[in-house]
């Protein structure tokens, strides 16, 4: 206990971290490890303790000492013996069971608690995964269901310890080419967490260069690299970028999407593609099997699509390395994020390096509109499925985007939005280029090179600029409409203005109509950048002026 602590432990599993406090940072970087940041505004930041935290901060070799100790060492009042308790027995689980490789039968799964393995083997879902019982301590484990058994184990609050290793893969030559420019601290710091763990997911920030962080692991690994994209635009810029940054030439690279089936060294595919299915299978699922990779790289990988998660399944003796903005998946499938893929391995909170001048800092707006009396009676009539589209899309909201855009016509503007009827309505009244899934990977490229050269000023986009689009030069972003309540395209549209700017500071404005579904919404999509430390400033539609005030 120390009385003048910013860290208040909590019996529920919270801890309140007072930021303004001198030991703020020390505490913080004492609690990261285990504890999952929840919310962080201007004051006081909720962290919470979980089970998955727990198994992760094991995996990355924190032990129960370590962690009751940062408890008891840095909580304000006394901690309650219920949750230390907890916290060691939680740990415990961990490791109970191990995944090994045996010199003689191969992969085994090991326990010494001969009740824990008896327990797993009577469970259903584990049956099928595992072979004979050698002895009261070891049981064979068909290679091809490794990440299978992990899935399942997790499941049951038996998550087991992976060290039965990977294979190098085929070697391959790459070095980092820091020609005109440097691998920032804390991109070397993750992509070495990632390196020493062998598997993991890194979480940083758009605008923060996680593209660096890829390259930078994959010089470490100087093997065959599979990248998975969401798209054939990311696709390119991923190539772009390892061009610029490392000893890799275009002939090594090839693209694996729709417009071309190449594969080279480093190979990058999009999901989309891989995911394809004809005759109820995925044939290019073999891709994953047509190399010996040494390395498989996972972009948003919060995206994962369940055929992706399966064949993932498969490659556990492959390293892997998550790379993402947040790890929010609105089906909740964190978990299997971890046990596929691997433990969080790095972690970087947006305000930290906002603090330190890597992401640009940001203004967010929520401007409210009203509905008219036609509109309200709409959707008083309308069926709860037609509701948010209605909200979304009222006309009011074109006047405010079209002042919002005049406010900004000397800056990059993007106007992002879901529905392309409404979308369409925008770009021809502010005169600017849209960009949709009809528009071509041709279209979209020259559209984005002119944005980013200043040839145009203002893009319509929809939801297929959420992700992995690098538009450096956007400074201000007016969302209109969005895929519900989904926290993560919230981030990711943020994050499009993230680039640092020498010193100047970001709009995002959220035009959102009161007194619908579309505010509700709008509430919980802004849940997770509230829980960044960002704060949204209300203002109502009809006093646009305010914000010259401000």
Not at 191 to 212: D, M, N, Q, R, Y
Not at 410 to 434: H, M
Not at 494 to 515: E, S, W
Request: with cysteine; aromatic share 6%.
């Amino acid at each position: 206990m120390n009385p003048t602590s910013p860290l208040i432990v909590q019996s529920d599993r919270t801890l309140l971290l007072e930021v303004d406090h001198p030991d703020a940072e020390t505490v913080r970087m004492a609690i990261a490890p285990f504890a999952e940041l929840e919310r962080a505004p201007e004051h006081v930041h909720t962290y919470r303790i979980t089970p998955l935290g727990l198994w992760n901060a094991r995996a990355a070799g924190h032990d129960a000492e370590q962690v009751v100790d940062a408890l008891l060492t840095w909580s304000r009042y006394p901690v309650a013996g219920s949750l230390l308790i907890d916290v060691a027995e939680t740990m415990g689980r961990y490791g109970r069971l191990r995944i090994e490789k045996h010199p003689v039968h191969g992969l085994v799964m090991v326990s010494q608690d001969k009740a824990v393995l008896t327990e797993v083997l009577r469970a259903k879902k584990v049956k099928g995964l595992v072979g004979e019982r050698i002895d009261d301590e070891t049981v064979l484990v068909h290679p091809s269901e490794r990440g299978h058994l992990k899935q399942v184990l997790l499941g049951l609050g038996w998550p087991a310890e992976d060290l039965a290793g990977f294979v190098n893969g085929e070697a391959h030559p790459i070095a980092l080419d820091e020609d005109g420019w440097q691998v920032r601290p804390y991109q070397k710091v993750a992509a070495e967490s990632f390196w020493h763990g062998g598997s993991g997911v890194v979480v940083l920030p758009c605008g923060a260069g996680k593209t660096v962080v890829g390259a930078a692991s994959m010089a470490l690994a100087g093997a065959t690299t599979l990248i998975l994209v969401t798209n054939t635009v990311a696709a390119r810029q991923w190539r772009d970028e390892l061009v610029r940054r490392t000893t890799l030439t275009e002939d090594e690279i090839g693209e694996y999407s729709g417009a071309r089936k190449e594969i080279r060294p480093v190979t990058i595919a999009t999901y989309q593609v891989v995911t394809t299915k004809r005759g109820g299978v995925h044939p290019h699922l073999e891709l994953f099997s047509a190399r010996d990779w040494g390395l498989v790289i996972y972009d948003e990988v919060h995206l994962l699509p369940a055929p992706v998660f399966r064949m993932t399944a498969d490659l556990q003796a492959r390293r892997r390395l998550g790379l993402t903005a947040t790890l929010v998946r609105e089906d909740g499938r964190e978990g299997d994020v971890f046990s596929l893929i691997g433990p969080k391995r790095y972690d970087a909170p947006w305000k930290d390096l906002e603090s330190q001048g890597w992401i640009a800092p940001a203004d967010c707006v929520e401007v409210r509109v009203s509905l008219d009396d036609d509109e309200r009676m709409a959707q008083a009539l309308a069926e709860p499925d037609l509701r948010y589209r209605l909200a979304s899309t009222t006309a009011s909201k074109q006047r405010v985007v079209e002042e919002l855009a005049e406010r900004h016509k000397d800056q990059p503007t993007l106007v992002i939005g879901q529905y392309v009827d409404q979308l369409e309505e925008l770009s021809r009244a502010l005169d600017a280029p849209l960009i949709t899934g009809a528009t071509t990977n041709k279209q979209r490229e020259a559209l984005y090179n002119q944005f980013r050269a200043g040839e145009i000023k203002r893009l319509v986009v929809s939801k297929v600029a959420n992700f992995s689009i690098d538009l450096p030069t956007a400074e201000v972003a007016i969302q209109v409409s969005g895929a519900f309540g989904s926290r993560q395209e919230e981030a990711q549209r943020l994050g499009r203005l993230l680039r640092p700017k020498d010193g100047l500071v970001a709009r995002f404005y959220a035009v959102v109509a009161r007194d619908t579904v579309d505010a509700d919404f709008a509430q919980h999509r802004q849940r997770f950048l509230a829980e960044q430390g960002y704060s949204y400033r209300i203002v109502d539609a009809e006093d646009l002026d305010q914000l010259d005030q401000d």
